[in-house]
């Protein structure tokens, strides 16, 4: 990947507000964003295009985020994934553990926090 | 459980408890600590909810509804099992509490279910009184103006406003409605509209409210004759939708026309191109409600319309000011197009850009009512209509209201005969997309300025503010503190309240994002970062700073495209999640019930969930004070604590809280091994921190203090100056009555880090308001100096600090130790606010082990 290209960010999450709040941030770290509310739409996109990094919701209608962030690693296993959610148990956080995702967020959280996290990944997809 | 079972058996639990009744003080003394202590406990943990919701107004978190109703059930579900544990200690004796609870839980339900308990609106509404929530009542145009008076106190014009309700009101009592509903609302069936509302008759309700507005204004007017500006002011008017010039208004209305008048403006909702204005933008017609707002007339010197940031120049990054003489009608319709200046949009605004126009005629307001056109005098036609002063005053009242509104804003204005700017209307100018190639440099334009400091402190306000660094360290600096500077200050002080409209940004070396500054500054929407630890230390004077309260980051020089960014942003506090949680909010977080000895403090007067805490806080104490150690045979006698300064304390240990040897009924203070304990008492014994010297009282006071006492059910003698500690090896309550204070402390301390807390809470005592909240005030700064989350009612001071390890809490409850003793008649002594500061300086002497003089 060369440097001059933007980290591409993509988030998924059915309340708009936690991406509503989170875009501007990124962009104003420099990340290129795309944000979904719907799991469909995203599935589909990542299907077309390949995400440096994937912020998720897991607790989601239709499709939820343990099978969006299964599939993402199965597309493009080089993607990272950061899974946020309100409804932390350890299991889930295990299972995503287990599935490779790169960290895992409890909602609430400071958008700062997770900018660090964003920031930790970006590393790690570009080494 | 769930709140709604809850609720379903809360009648057969009263049935229950009130039985209970007949076995009072049979519980055993060991079950009766037990359940205290699982109250105070419970206590903390509410007051953390409470406080960690509040944090999220800050806008430093992301937070989705999910929260606000977890949050909401949390807190609920701790104060239904708090009210069960006092009613374990003192069995059927409040059981009102549980209709306290089910009455606000029942509030936040329907405001989680989307059902908003709105009270049936008044028919007018003075401006002064209109809240910010009333957008719905008196609509957008008029809400924003409120805001504009009611919050930031700019000058704006008197006057009330006819009300949506009445709106509503007058097309039933007409029986309008039905017309309106109909599916396709034609240029025919719009006339035919208007006309039923020209023909009808006001409400006698309205029509009584009315009279009674226009009756007071008049006597506020005096002999001159009162006429009034009509105008429109239609649900999402300014806000979401503009209708820019849809609707009619009437300038310069005697009182005898302003039925006739509030008609042809509601008539104007009608009009084939504000109905078509409707259609296309998906707006239903029984959406439609219009307020009215009816204005005191000003007779304008000048008029004119002021844009913070200039679209027709956007790069040039300019505000721009039109102006003629007279009234500003003409301007605003564009019929004719006035001076214009660009003035700089960082202070000190220069001008850079001054087009005077000949101006051969204005609008004045005629001596009959209404308005009539004049020709300009000959020296005036090519005379700037502002001033440089008059300029420079515009552009900072225009930007503290961009500040607050957080987009650029189009504001109509009014310079009146007494040279005092009014502000007449303000709106969001839609610069959205345009902004966009304003920050499309975004990234490079952050790189290119260093950072000084980063992830300090916590965010109090978000947003992004830049300016030149003031620093404020006393009260002199305020009165000269510059519009659109950053303030920045050690403490979080309540006094620099006054300068929080005027200031871009504030920083802070200490502090909490849910303190009374903290308050303040949202109500203004000023950014804020409290608590940065070295703001005062890393900052110069005069420097000129960015302060990024979304990223909590403070950078070196103007990042002005961080600060156009957030205009492209929807505001954090417009969105539906914010403006939920501050509803909810308001029944669960404010303290109503201050003060034990006042009438209100009962379940009845419980108001919010705090409410009902604290009262359950102060009940359960006073109900263990009320066990009577003496007379009774209980099972865990107190014991006398022996000191050496003149303080009566019991102490009660629930276990390993004093030495095995501790036998008889007193105890030395080296036998006291509660960690809590044993470092309150250092604290309270340092030397001269408990004062010796005695304080003259002045007649004020001792008679004040009389009949605060005599009024006072607390004041039985076995009552006063009873002071109890109940301790064990972790943990100490202890509650004092020193002299007319009431102070509790409240702490657990072990090695578990996350477990550990300090509760203080100070009220009371003789002498007048003025110096019991200057004592509030010390106390809170100390407090917070000494990094104390602090919460100021009135005289009522809660500080709290929690998670901190064993060896740090023990210095936290030395401290708090110390201000007991050092506080204890601190109000007789605070005559001045000069004396706050020295005695602030006082206890941080002798706080550091300096050893006292001795007069």
Redesign the interface.
């Given at each position: 990947m060369s440097d001059d290209r933007k980290t591409q960010v993509l988030i998924l999450?059915d309340?708009p507000?936690?991406w509503?709040?989170?875009k501007?941030?990124l962009?104003?770290?420099?990340y290129e964003v795309e944000a979904f509310t719907q799991s469909s739409n995203a599935m589909r996109r990542v299907q077309e295009k390949e995400f440096d990094i994937v912020v998720t919701d897991l607790k989601m209608e239709g499709i939820d985020g343990m099978q969006f962030l299964t599939e993402v690693k199965t597309l493009s296993p080089k993607t990272e994934v950061i899974v946020i959610t309100?409804?932390a148990t350890m299991e889930t956080a295990k299972e995503s553990l287990q599935k490779g995702v790169f960290d895992f967020v409890a909602?609430?959280?400071?958008?700062?926090e997770?900018?660090e996290i964003v920031k930790k990944a970006e590393a790690k997809v570009r080494q | 459980m769930h709140i709604s079972q809850m609720m379903t058996v809360i009648d057969k639990l009263k049935k229950a408890f009130s039985l209970r009744k007949r076995h009072r003080r049979q519980v055993p003394f060991v079950v009766l600590f037990k359940t205290f202590q699982g109250l105070l406990e419970k206590n903390n943990r509410i007051l953390d909810s409470i406080a960690a919701m509040g944090d999220?107004l800050g806008g430093?978190?992301?937070?989705?509804?999910?929260?606000v109703v977890?949050s909401c059930q949390e807190v609920s579900d701790l104060v239904y099992k708090l009210i069960y544990d006092l009613d374990t200690i003192a069995p059927g004796k409040y059981l009102d509490l549980y209709d306290a609870f089910q009455r606000i839980n029942h509030e936040i339900e329907e405001e989680l279910a989307g059902r908003p308990v709105i009270a049936r609106a008044d028919y007018v509404i003075p401006f002064e009184t209109i809240s910010r929530d009333s957008g719905d009542v008196v609509g957008g145009k008029i809400a924003n103006l409120a805001e504009v008076g009611n919050i930031l106190g700019l000058p704006t014009p008197e006057g009330f406003v006819i009300t949506t309700s009445a709106f509503k009101a007058f097309m039933e009592y007409n029986k309008i409605w039905d017309r309106v509903r109909q599916e396709s609302l034609t240029a025919k069936v719009g006339k035919e509209i208007r006309g039923l509302i020209a023909q009808g008759s006001l409400p006698p309700d309205l029509k009584r409210a009315l009279q009674k507005s226009t009756e007071k204004l008049q006597q506020a007017a005096g002999d001159s004759k009162l006429f009034l500006a009509v105008r429109s002011s239609a649900w999402g008017e300014d806000s979401i939708h503009t209708f820019a010039g849809q609707f009619k208004s009437y300038l310069n209305q005697p009182v005898e026309k302003l039925v006739e008048r509030y008609k042809e403006v509601i008539g104007s909702a009608y009009s084939p191109s504000a109905t078509e204005y409707r259609a296309k933008k998906g707006i239903a017609e029984d959406e439609v409600a219009m307020g009215v707002g009816c204005q005191v007339t000003i007779d304008a010197e000048v008029s004119g319309v002021l844009y913070t940031l200039d679209p027709a120049t956007l790069e040039r990054e300019v505000m721009v000011i039109n102006a003629i003489w007279g009234l500003g009608a003409p301007l605003v319709s564009g019929e004719v197009p006035g001076d214009r200046y660009l003035l700089s949009r960082t202070p000190p605004h220069e001008v850079e850009g001054l087009n005077v126009r000949r101006k051969l005629t204005m609008l004045s307001p005629k001596e009959d009512g209404g308005t009539e056109a004049r020709s300009v005098p000959d020296d005036l036609q090519m005379r700037p209509c502002l001033d440089r002063e008059e300029m420079l005053r515009l552009a900072e009242m225009a930007l503290v209201i961009e500040r607050y509104f957080k987009k650029p804003q189009d504001i109509e204005w009014a310079l009146d005969r007494k040279g005092q700017f009014i502000i007449l209307q303000t709106r969001p100018l839609n610069l959205q997309t345009r902004m966009a190639n304003l920050v499309c440099n975004?990234?490079a334009a952050?790189q290119d300025h260093p950072v000084i400091f980063r992830?300090q402190g916590d965010i109090a306000q978000r947003g992004v503010g830049a300016g030149n660094v003031v620093i404020v360290r006393d009260d002199e600096d305020m009165e000269d503190f510059p519009a659109g500077a950053i303030l920045v200050s050690k403490y979080t002080s309540p006094r620099l309240a006054k300068v929080v409209p005027r200031a871009s940004g504030i920083l802070t070396d200490v502090g909490s994002p849910t303190g009374h500054m903290a308050t303040i500054a949202r109500e203004f929407r000023v950014p804020t970062i409290v608590n940065t630890g070295k703001a005062t230390r890393v900052l110069r004077p005069g420097q000129e700073i960015t302060v990024d309260a979304?990223?909590?980051v403070v950078y070196d020089g103007r990042v002005k495209e961080?600060c156009y960014?957030e205009f492209t942003?929807?505001p954090?506090e417009e969105?539906?999640?914010y403006r939920l949680i501050l509803r909810v909010l308001k029944k669960i977080a404010p303290l109503n019930l201050l003060n034990p000895r006042e009438k209100n403090f009962t379940p009845g007067g419980c108001r919010s969930f705090h409410d009902i805490t604290r009262f359950v806080h102060e009940k359960a104490v006073e109900e263990l004070l009320n066990l009577e150690f003496h007379e009774r045979n209980l099972d865990a006698p107190a014991k006398r604590l022996k000191l050496p300064i003149p303080l009566g304390l019991l102490l009660i240990d629930m276990g390993g809280g004093l030495e095995e040897s501790a036998a008889g009924s007193q105890v030395e203070p080296a036998q006291v091994v509660s960690l809590p304990m044993k470092a309150t008492l250092e604290g309270m014994m340092a030397p001269g921190m408990w004062s010796t010297e005695p304080m003259s009282v002045d007649f004020g006071s001792f008679m004040s203090s009389l009949t605060r006492t005599f009024s006072s059910s607390l004041a039985t003698p076995k009552y006063m100056g009873q002071n109890l500690a109940i301790v064990s090896k972790e943990y100490m309550n202890l509650s004092l009555r020193l002299g007319y204070h009431f102070n509790i402390l409240d702490a657990y301390i072990s090695d578990e880090v996350n477990d550990n807390y300090a509760y203080f809470r100070f009220l009371g005592g003789v002498t007048d308001l003025q110096r019991r909240s200057r004592r509030a005030r010390l106390l809170a700064e100390l407090l917070e100096a000494h990094d104390f989350r602090v919460d100021v009612r009135g005289d009522l001071v809660v500080g709290r600090i929690k998670k901190l390890d064993a060896a740090r809490m023990v210095e936290k409850m030395r401290t708090l130790g110390s201000l007991v003793s050092f506080t204890r008649q601190l109000d007789v002594k605070m005559v001045s606010d000069a004396e706050v500061e020295s005695t602030k300086e006082t206890f941080g002497r002798l706080a550091a082990g300096e050893v006292p003089e001795r007069n």
């Open positions: 999450d309340e507000i936690v509503k709040r989170l501007p941030a962009e104003k770290a420099g309100g409804f909602k609430p959280f400071k958008r700062g997770l900018l | 999220k430093d978190y992301v937070f989705d509804k999910n929260y977890s975004l990234t952050v992830g979304e990223e909590n961080l960014y942003e929807e954090f969105s539906y999640e």
